[in-house]
């Protein structure tokens, strides 16, 4: 009883494209859930397989839109992200975006989506969150946040906020370190707490904490692992009853205080319900039920608080299994402007801000000068731009400058230079302004937040995207 338990609240990713044996076999044993991400290719056909093993297990993915996609990681996201969304303000298009992208799960047979983003961007040096965020303030964050729920949970999947109590006001990347918010209390209450509370009134299904640590809080050690934090606040003063799943716990803002099953442990004392694992062999699966079942029978963690953990699994699974869901795309009048054509397409168009009126009437020379996107997002996932304008001029031609790289000299074609939060990295900000010395007509194309204007050209994007390239590359060609 105690080892399907312990099970139960797991939520492991894994390698390869197809579940493997062990997988399948652990689901046969209870496994609650489990999380896919671009490197398992994310289809129905993988998710059958793994209903196949147990019907009612969670299966999960992080599909924000924008820069952090995994069933279009090969190809780009259908949706331009959420900074995009707060940039056009229209909540009707907000929650239809959520929507669509709960539609597109659906399909898949998804339970659960690890997102929205609720985090306020308050700090411009923001690594991690950025053009994850609605945006700067908490009333932007908490209108959209709410109206992306609603259109996404309607559409019969459930959705997740992240990251409690607030990722916004940080300088370090938590996949790498674990990040100190310095705020104070009254800051984190009517900034960062308050678009949770706008979730949970909105009824989302799910929240995810963050290994953020929060003196204002508690000084003594990461949310993750705070009771004052996940039960103190979220729950009992908040009010919050669904789900709440941890980030991955192999991130080394948690990973490099404790090991893997101490971390669940102390866990799910603290108040978690699900212990996402983002990448486990079968060892360190039933390390991880092993390390729970023991710390109940030394009485380190109660046994109904493990029950009741596993029961607010159960019961989101009962809710997607009641839920109705879409067969096919929603269609109906739209909601706004754009007749015709998808929510994240026009969304992508609506929030293109341009300073200048350059086109292109030759294919460019594409010039990408950006540092590797944060740890959230997949390795390769394309900025789509020299694709999208090699579709309208064929001959366009790319070229990538990295860090510490010599800038190359250039000739005589059009350029368009391609640069992500530009403000954040000094070596990009001066590449940049050496570049454009040396072509004034060259186009600048910002897909991160925005900086200062330079170039002929100036297009911010506001986000990273198959259908934000698509709609750059429309401007810039017609």
Not at 177 to 197: K, Q
Not at 459 to 475: F, K, P, Y
């Amino acid at each position: 009883m105690l080892s399907r338990l312990a099970l139960t609240v797991l939520q492991p990713g894994f390698d390869g494209t197809t579940a493997p044996d062990w997988l399948r076999h652990a689901l046969d044993q209870g496994l609650g859930g489990v999380v896919l991400f671009a490197r398992n290719l994310p289809r129905r056909e993988l998710v059958d397989q793994i209903r196949a093993a147990n019907p009612d297990t969670i299966v999960a993915v992080d599909e924000e839109g924008g820069v952090v996609t995994r069933l279009e990681a090969r190809e780009g996201s259908s949706f331009p992200g959420n900074r995009a969304l707060g940039v056009v303000d229209d909540l009707a298009l907000t929650e239809r975006v959520g929507r669509e992208i709960a539609t597109m799960l659906a399909a898949c047979d998804i339970t659960l989506n690890y997102a929205p983003s609720v985090d306020v961007n308050a700090n411009p040096a923001n690594p991690v969150i950025g053009v994850r965020s609605f945006g700067p303030t908490a009333s932007l964050v908490s209108r959209h946040g709410a109206a992306w729920i609603r259109g996404h949970q309607g559409a019969g999947v459930a959705a997740c906020a992240k990251h409690f109590p607030g990722h916004g006001d940080t300088v370090t990347d938590s996949h790498l370190a674990l990040p100190t918010v310095h705020a104070s209390l009254d800051t984190l209450l009517e900034r960062d707490i308050a678009p949770f509370e706008a979730a949970i009134a909105a009824d989302v299904k799910a929240i995810m904490c963050g290994h953020l640590l929060i003196p204002a809080l508690d000084p003594s050690g990461p949310a993750t692992l705070s009771r004052t934090t996940l039960t103190g606040l979220l729950r009992d003063q908040l009010g919050f009853d669904g789900l709440l799943v941890t980030d991955a716990i192999e991130m080394r803002a948690v990973a490099a205080l404790h090991s893997p099953g101490d971390i669940a442990v102390r866990a799910l004392a603290a108040g978690a319900d699900a212990i996402c694992a983002g990448l486990v062999t079968e060892d360190e699966l039933y390390a991880l039920r092993d390390a729970i079942v023991a710390a109940v029978r030394s009485g380190e963690l109660p046994e109904e608080r493990l029950a009741e953990a596993a029961a607010r699994v159960e019961a989101l699974a009962s809710w997607w299994t009641k839920h109705p869901r879409p067969a096919a795309p929603l269609g109906g009048p739209p909601v706004t402007p754009g007749e015709g054509e998808p929510a994240g397409t026009y969304a992508a168009r609506a929030a293109l801000e341009i300073t200048g009126s350059t086109r292109l009437a030759a294919p460019p020379l594409v010039v990408e000068i950006s540092p590797r996107h944060n740890q959230a997002v997949e390795p390769g996932t394309p900025t789509g731009l020299t694709v999208a304008l090699a579709a309208r001029l064929p001959g366009t031609d790319h070229l990538r400058v990295p860090l510490g790289a010599p800038l190359p000299t250039l000739d005589d074609r059009p350029v368009v230079l391609l640069v992500h939060d530009t403000a954040r990295h000094e070596w990009v900000r001066q590449a940049l302004s050496d570049l454009v010395t040396q072509r004034p007509d060259a186009i600048v194309v910002e897909t991160g937040i925005p900086d200062h204007p330079i170039g002929a050209t100036y297009i911010a994007t506001h986000g990273l995207s198959r259908v934000g390239a698509e709609a750059v590359a429309d401007w810039l060609t017609t």
